[in-house]
Structures are given as structure tokens and as C-alpha cells.
């Protein structure tokens, strides 16, 4: 449940920000999420690893 109201309020997000003319904000919203959650999910994999010596 917690996944799917996250990404309906960032959905919400962008779509207030483009529709609301400021697309590039809304472009770099959808940016930042995407990366930051790429990031996270490469430090998980890498703790992982390093603690069950895989």
C-alpha cells in the first residue's frame, strides 16, 4: 500500500508542475527520483554482497 501512495503523490507532483507550465522542473523531479532511487538499490546490492561475502 505504501508504494502505491508514494507514487501516486509523486505523480502528482510532476504532473501539477508540468501542467502548471514548469516542465523542466517537472522533467528534473522525475530525474532526481529515478536516479536517487537507482542509487539506493546499487548501495543495497553492494551492501549485500559485502556482508554475505558473495
Known sequence: MGGLTTFSSFSAE???LID???IL???G???LHLG???L???IGV???KMILHV
Request: zero cysteines; proline letters at 0%; glycine letters at 14%.
Open 20 to 22: 502548471g507550465g514548469r
Open 25 to 27: 522542473a517537472g522533467l
Open 36 to 38: 536517487l532511487t537507482l
Open 40 to 42: 539506493a538499490t546499487a
Open 14 to 16: 510532476v504532473f501539477t
Open 46 to 48: 553492494y551492501l549485500f
Open 29 to 31: 523531479l522525475i530525474a
